[in-house]
């Protein structure tokens, strides 16, 4: 069982290392808040060690303008290296069963762009940077949730590792299978869309 005495409080707790968590971590420290993130996860290597600039990740995120002037604020749109972004100027969505679409242009807008796709390692890693640089963001690796309850001043969490932190707020910010939502009983739908794809 954790060790009650070794306890570590926080302001708030935010479980998920990701874009989301990273970002929130980052915005609430320099509102003078303690944060703590936690990751079952192990520390990710920096993600230029090796990579060739022909090499990209699959994995891209659109992000908008908007998105790109909050990262700018929190110093993280600028350590992106600016050969890793590309601007789009169209988008094209559709739904799953094919009957409505929409079309996004950026002369619709007068815009040169509607925004830039970013690969997630690139912009992880600029967040990382950044909350590494926060005093008020404390980052703890293999410390995969395990339990979490409600005490009179907020939370108490319990990690791998033996380790029990409290919080006054806990961010759910750990993915479509979070574990936040499923010790604190939240309810979700999902379905199986009965579909398979290949992407080469």
């Not at 707790?13 to 003078?32: E, F, H, P």
């Not at 909050?70 to 069963?97: H, K, N």
């Not at 242009?105 to 967040?127: K, M």
Request: proline share 4%.
């Amino acid at each position: 069982m954790p060790d009650r005495n070794n306890e570590r409080s926080a302001d708030v707790l935010i479980v998920g290392a990701g874009i989301a968590g990273l970002s929130l971590a980052i915005a609430l420290s320099k509102s003078d808040f303690h944060v703590v993130v936690i990751d079952g996860a192990d520390c990710p290597k920096s993600v230029n060690e090796g990579v060739a600039l022909n090499d990209w990740d699959l994995r891209v995120s659109a992000l908008t303008p908007t998105s790109i002037r909050f990262l700018e604020s929190l110093g993280v749109w600028q350590r992106i290296p600016s050969e890793r972004t590309a601007p789009y100027q169209a988008m094209c969505v559709w739904d799953a069963d094919g009957t409505g679409r929409i079309t996004f242009n950026a002369e619709d807008v007068a815009a040169p762009f509607l925004g830039h796709i970013v690969e997630n390692r690139q912009t992880v890693q600029a967040l990382l940077e950044c909350a590494e640089a926060c005093s008020g963001v404390e980052l703890r690796w293999q410390s995969a949730l395990e339990s979490l309850s409600r005490t009179p001043d907020g939370w108490s969490i319990d990690c791998a590792g033996d380790q029990r932190l409290s919080a006054q707020l806990v961010v759910a910010a750990d993915g479509a299978r979070s574990k936040v939502r499923q010790l604190t009983a939240q309810p979700t739908r999902d379905w199986d869309y009965h579909q398979s794809a290949i992407v080469g």
